[in-house]
């Protein structure tokens, strides 16, 4: 299983961005996808979960301004980001698991690399 992260860069305060991901491989093992991120010197932290029965959960800090989705094949899976934040600023990372609980101890099967969002003015 291959994931593909890209749509990350520079954004001012209050803007938008999208983040996708798209996974390739032996899908048919993957029940859960979602997107962390990590700032430099802190631990990396889990941002949007989906499921593939479309169930989503989110973070305390990205509630009402995150959405996370997928296509109905879970191919692909976006992040939509608005009203965002300098403390949004981080790498973001996709990542896929069979297990939720693997994705909500931040040990998900397979990562994808990581795409830099920085917000700034």
């Known amino acids: 299983v291959q994931l593909q992260a890209s749509g990350g860069g520079l954004v001012q305060p209050g803007g938008s961005l999208r983040l996708s991901c798209i996974i390739s491989g032996n899908i048919f093992s993957i029940n859960h996808m979602g997107w962390y991120r990590q700032v430099p010197g802190k631990q990396r932290e889990l941002v949007a979960l989906?499921?593939?029965?479309?169930?989503?959960n989110y973070a305390d800090g990205v509630k009402g301004r995150f959405t996370i989705s997928s296509d109905n094949a879970m191919n692909t899976v976006y992040l939509q980001m608005n009203s965002l934040k300098p403390d949004d600023t981080a790498v973001y990372y996709c990542?896929?698991?069979?297990?939720?609980?693997?994705?909500?101890?931040?040990?998900?099967?397979?990562w994808g690399q990581g795409t830099l969002v920085t917000v700034s003015s």
């Open positions: 989906i499921s593939d029965s479309g169930v989503t």
């Open positions: 990542a896929a698991s069979r297990l939720i609980e693997a994705m909500v101890n931040l040990m998900p099967d397979y």
